[in-house]
Nanobody, 125 residues
Framework: QVQLVESGGGLVQAGGSLRLSCAAS????????MGWFRQAPGKEREFVAA????????NYADSVKGRFTISRDNAKNTVNLQMNSLKPEDTAVYYC??????????????????WGQGTQVTVSS
């Protein structure tokens, strides 16, 4: 069983930055592909970013490319999402997810086995 706990959400003005973190339980975190997804009110969940187990491969949604950076620290069992130049359309609940099947970073939610509870990010205009 893998437990994921997100933190770092909050309210920020457009153009500002936030750093989300996801703490994972489990001795084998270092081999999980990790992803971030988000869901805005009234919209479907969408992919944001993902990172391979060693961090060598990343995958980003076009809407966040160049503004968001995903990283991981396997020694601390954490994955982070640095979000810069935030826009009101980035407002959503952000979820981290773990894929335990040794795949390359996937943008499809059904490839992920475990999900956190989410953290709210609100960007004001």
């Amino acid at each position: 069983q893998v437990q994921l706990v997100e933190s770092g959400g909050g309210l920020v003005q457009a153009g500002g930055s936030l750093r989300l973190s996801c703490a994972a339980s489990g001795r084998t975190f270092s081999i999980y592909t990790m992803g971030w997804f988000r869901q805005a009110p009234g919209k479907e969940r969408e992919f944001v970013a993902a990172i391979s187990w060693r961090g060598a491969s990343t995958n980003y949604a076009d809407s966040v490319k160049g503004r968001f950076t995903i990283s991981r620290d396997n020694a601390k069992n954490t994955v982070n999402l640095q979000m810069n130049s935030l826009k009101p359309e980035d407002t959503a609940v952000y979820y981290c997810a773990a894929d335990i099947n040794l795949r390359l970073p996937s943008r499809w939610g059904y490839d992920y086995d475990y999900w956190g509870q989410g953290t709210q990010v609100t960007v004001s205009s």
